[in-house]
């Protein structure tokens, strides 16, 4: 009876971490362009009690993008709260739109210790592939609730072009 118990349980667990395996997968192919590195600039110094001062030196985090491409441009949303717009740096390399940045720790007491920290600070650099090829020289963007926006006008004969077929 153990050993059906025991078989059971191993079942169990190999199934349990066949699917988790599965849905890690699933994960990185459907949001790895959108998991960004964050590296921290100083340090993160913890105290005696393993309270850290600040959060630690390399974190992977999720920055959400949607690429929509319109009759004319290419708009790029990049969810980005808490930072400035001084904090960026866009530019454009071929069909990828590179942005770079720093996202700042606020701290609000100088005696307090994070316990948890599941938000990302330091540099990052995220690079969204394009669509079509753009005109670098009209590529414009902007930063408003917590979201920047870099509009890229597409380039001449880039354009999307509509066909009718009939269908027999």
């Known amino acids: 009876m153990t050993t059906n118990l025991t078989q059971t349980l191993r ?3 190999e199934h349990a971490l066949e699917t988790m395996a599965e849905a890690w997968r699933e994960l990185r192919l459907r949001a790895g362009g959108a998991l960004t590195r ?3 600039v ?11 001062d600040f959060p630690p030196i390399e974190r992977w985090a999720y920055m959400a ?3 929509i491409e319109e009759d004319d441009d290419v708009v790029v949303r990049l969810e980005a709260p808490g930072m400035r717009r001084e904090d960026f740096i866009v530019e454009l390399r071929e069909a990828v739109l590179s942005v770079r940045g720093e996202k700042r720790i606020d701290r609000e007491s100088k005696r307090a210790g994070y316990r948890v920290v ?3 600070y330091g540099t990052f650099r995220r690079d969204v592939p394009l669509p079509v ?3 670098a ?3 414009t963007a902007s930063y408003r609730d917590g979201v920047l926006r870099v509009t890229l ?6 354009h999307l072009r509509r066909w009718s077929v009939e269908v027999k």
């Open 42 to 52: 100083d340090g993160g110094k913890q105290d005696g009690n393993g309270t850290a």
């Open 137 to 139: 020289d009209r590529v």
């Open 65 to 67: 993008a949607d690429v």
């Open 11 to 13: 079942q169990g667990a």
């Open 118 to 120: 599941e938000c990302a």
């Open 133 to 135: 090829p753009v005109v």
């Open 153 to 158: 006008p597409k380039a001449e004969g880039s």
């Open 38 to 40: 964050f590296r921290s």
